[in-house]
């Protein structure tokens, strides 16, 4: 009995178990230790561990853009009896998610003492959600799936009401938690009923291990008209449209967004919808490929629904969190044309499209989000079009940071958002998926109105009158940010405009 | 007299599934609401443990199906603490565990 | 199926009977202390009103219910469940070393993420019953 168990563990593990793996994530949890134990022990007055913590994120980033292209183009390890596969891909997809964490810190450190709350269980819980989306983008396995992700929600839920005196953001808490809860519970039910298929001795191909994705796609290849296999497969793909907010698992968006601390609402709307994007590409370009004659009508007609969607419900929007939020689910119809096309070609570049989609929608959320935590008042949650008036003439430099940034957003030519948006319409029309192409520029269109509105009401539309500056939410100009802050922003915009000239480094 | 098979556990989970779904759907107050995903993750946990029975072979024992169950057990444990939280800091602000009362974020 | 035994329904025999007893002392008890406990008036419906000073009641006749039990729950059930994975940790901790994987390291760590929270919780005061 012990040599058998000790054989079946061999066998998982043929090169014992090799921690180095996941090194970061773990320097992550022990640093989160670490900032908990010093918050406990803080003497009131004293300085908590914030600014050790933004450039610990900052600089394990850039540690893992260095590591990733040590790793040679193409080549891949797998760690943990396959749970975990390591490539260039997955290394950069790590930065993506720390450098999303410092930036939440960053503005986080901004925004929450303008609330009164503190900060070091925000960067706690940062930290956390942090770690569980690194090892989302190198999950190989439904059980690691489950916990990583549940890992970042959870970690979410609490970020999303963490300004405990507003009831708006207690209210978007419980309201996302509810939702995403409720989403978890089909993704666990549609797992159980893949596992419960291909455990099955009885059909063919039976898996030894029925949550690794290899070992699925082969079974799933093998019995692609199996209810169980149908119904799993279903289930697991509305827990990850819940994660990507696309049609109809967006109720949550317009609350969530703006009831969410600013910084939050951009970890949610950027890192948790990559998060969610990439397992999507892992999962129908993974186990789940057999089924693309039944998913790809699928996956085309939410891409569809998300899009028109999006775009119409943001056209009215005046408070610009709901804005971002409702725009956000027309990006996110944007990047499904792309893993239609992905899944369709059965090709690797147009995943990449989506990764270089999703960096640049990271830059460009990430300043515009940077811009509204400086401008808001007291009340997080109400800002509205009107405050951004005249933002030209008070802060030029802001107001540029917002142009660029929604220029990018509606994809004006020279900004990275336009280069990106062209390579999913490629691969669109690439594959064949004309239909959805059109409805693509349709909602393109569109969505160029209502960022131009906004940009309208910053450049041209008059300054309020000091009068009316004082009853607004908004503070009085000159407006106050830090110096880094300031950096940072510039950085971004900087980086967005430079990608929209060159992008040589795509290996598309 | 029959022997109770894997269908007689999955009926159940089904069961069990789809009353914490109408509840999560339905149900007005929070508490309960709460407990419904509760419900929810519990049916999903009695399929994985009737499968990775059922389904057992001497050479496949299949016993990560199991594993996987303490894992979700953990999971929902910490999500009905942080739903109970923020329930207890929302009834402390606005007196009511009512969803109908939830109109802070109103357009 | 590995060395099952045959599962019929009568296998389940003790779970009916602790069900059948479950209610048995729920209902056993309600039923106990109406026939035993003290009788009030049913008439007067001003009997079941906090105040029978005549007055009607002002303010909230909820009590403020005590977050401390809320909270000392909630925490209990947190470290409750962590126990859960300590258990499959000594069921094949054998087996685990004859394969040659380190296992205790990895397990100490877990304990200690745990005693970093309890640390914690102590040093804010969620376990202080007095005071706040």
Redesign the interface.
Known sequence: M??Q??????SL?PN??D?SSIAPEIAL?VWA?YV??R???RKPGSRGAATFTTIFLLLFSLLCVRNAFAIPAGASASFFGGMIEQSRTTELLRAFFLFSGFLTTLLGGTLLKKQGVPQAEFDVLILLATAGLMLLAQVRDF?LL??AL?TMS?SM??LV?YI??S??S??????Y??QS??S??LL??G???L??AA???ALPG??????SFRELRVFIFLNQGNAFVLGGAALVLCGLFFKIAAVPFQIWV??VY??APTPVTAYLGVASKAAGFVLLVNVVTGPLLPLRGVLLPLLSAVAILTILFGNLAALGQQ?VK?LMGLSGIAHAGYLLMGVCAAMALNVDWPIVAVYFYLFTYLLASYAIFGVMSVLSGEDD?AQTLNDYAGLMKRDSFLGGILAVSLGSLAGIPPMAGFVAKLFLFIAAFTAHLYWLAAVGLFGVVVSIYYYFNWMRVAVFVPCKTEDEVEAGTLKAAPIASGFWLRTVLTTLALITVCLGFWQGFLAL | MHAIALNHYLIVAALLFATGFAGVLVRRNLIIVLMCLELMLNAANIALVAFARFNATPEHPLMDGNAFVFFVITVAAAEVAVGLAIVVALYRRRSTVMTDDLTALKK | MIQQAATTPETFGPVLLQIVLAIAIAVGLILLSNLLGQRVAKRSSFSHTPYECGLPMTGNPHPRFGVKFFLTAMLFILFDIEVVFLFPMATVYRALLAAGIPILAPVLFFLAVLGVGLIYEIRKGALKWEGR
Do not use: M
Request: proline residues 2%; aromatic residues 10%.
């Open positions: 012990l040599t168990a000790a054989e079946t563990f061999r593990a014992g178990v921690w949890g230790l908990l134990l918050e406990a022990f059980i489950f916990v549940e959870i839920y609490v009401a405990r005196h009831a708006s207690l209210e978007a808490g419980i309201k938690l509810t809860g409720l978890s519970a666990l039910a797992i159980a009923l596992f419960g455990g099955n001795t039976a898996c030894a291990d029925p949550f317009g609350d703006q009831g408070n709901r949650s």
